[in-house]
């Protein structure tokens, strides 16, 4: 299928530690991947996104890790704030669906002070 | 600021009733696509639009109708509205396909 998923729906840390987000997809043909952030009340708000000819993108504070041998996609999360707090999505783009965008569950992140 | 502006913010319907969203394309931007996210989700592909014609839908009735204007905004139509149907309602507007896809605030529908 079409899916996209996440190993944990919650992900606890402490202020300053590097925080790991997991998502795995099911579709091969993906060629485009997106990792938002959404805090309450608001819309997503892009992050990164990495093409499936790349495995490692950086941003700033950021990296996203792709594993297409395993269809792993991680997104990395340099001493975290608590403006981090947030649910995390990872969205998947097929090559021939246009621009549609699958997205999974989401991880809650929260940063501990 | 995304760029992007939806109205109204909230919206309260009563079953049956027939909604209007409106989503205000970012300059430049001539592909809006809508989402319908529910408490606790992932977002939903709803449908898109391009170039004023919808050009890929998602598993979603034909209840849920849209439009796009020539300056690109674009509506989204419900009607008979349904309990299930309460939740945020989202656009994302890009150019072609290329990268970055920026999501409005969405929406928050509840029907009773």
């Given at each position: 299928?079409?899916?996209?998923?996440?190993?944990?729906?919650?992900?606890?840390?402490?202020?300053?530690?590097?925080?790991?987000?997991?998502?795995?997809?099911s579709?091969?043909?993906?060629?485009?991947?997106?990792w938002?952030?959404?805090?309450?009340?608001?819309?997503?708000?892009?992050i990164i996104?990495?093409?499936?000819?790349?495995?490692?993108?950086?941003g700033?504070?950021?990296?996203?890790?792709?594993?297409?041998?395993?269809?792993?996609?991680?997104?990395?999360?340099?001493?975290?704030?608590?403006?981090?707090?947030?649910?995390?999505?990872?969205?998947?783009?097929?090559?021939?669906?246009?621009?549609?965008?699958?997205?999974?569950?989401?991880?809650?992140?929260?940063?501990?002070? | 600021?995304?760029?992007?502006?939806?109205?109204?913010?909230?919206?309260?319907?009563?079953?049956?009733?027939?909604?209007?969203l409106?989503?205000?394309?970012?300059?430049?931007?001539?592909?809006?696509?809508?989402?319908?996210?529910?408490?606790?989700?992932?977002?939903q592909?709803?449908?898109?639009?391009?170039?004023e014609?919808?050009?890929?839908?998602?598993?979603?009735?034909?209840?849920?109708?849209?439009?796009?204007?020539?300056?690109?905004s674009?509506?989204?139509?419900v009607?008979?509205?349904?309990?299930?149907?309460?939740?945020?309602?989202?656009?994302?507007?890009?150019?072609?396909?290329?990268?970055?896809?920026?999501?409005g605030?969405?929406?928050?529908?509840?029907?009773?």
């Amino acid at each position: 299928g079409e899916s996209v998923g996440l190993h944990l729906p919650t992900l606890s840390v402490q202020e300053g530690d590097n925080s790991i987000i997991n998502c795995a997809y099911s579709n091969s043909a993906s060629d485009y991947f997106i990792w938002y952030k959404q805090e309450s009340g608001k819309g997503p708000q892009f992050i990164i996104d990495i093409r499936s000819n790349m495995d490692k993108r950086q941003g700033q504070r950021v990296t996203v890790l792709l594993n297409k041998t395993v269809k792993h996609l991680s997104l990395q999360i340099a001493a975290t704030q608590p403006g981090d707090s947030a649910v995390y999505f990872c969205a998947e783009r097929l090559a021939t669906s246009g621009s549609r965008l699958t997205f999974g569950e989401g991880t809650q992140l929260t940063v501990n002070p | 600021e995304t760029g992007v502006t939806q109205s109204p913010t909230h919206l309260i319907k009563t079953r049956g009733q027939q909604v209007t969203l409106r989503c205000s394309s970012q300059s430049g931007h001539n592909t809006v696509s809508w989402y319908q996210q529910a408490l606790g989700q992932g977002p939903q592909f709803i449908f898109q639009y391009y170039r004023e014609e919808e050009n890929g839908r998602g598993n979603f009735p034909p209840r849920f109708s849209g439009l796009q204007f020539p300056n690109y905004s674009s509506e989204l139509n419900v009607n008979a509205l349904e309990l299930d149907d309460s939740a945020l309602y989202l656009c994302a507007t890009h150019r072609d396909q290329t990268r970055g896809y920026t999501f409005g605030s969405g929406t928050r529908l509840t029907v009773v």
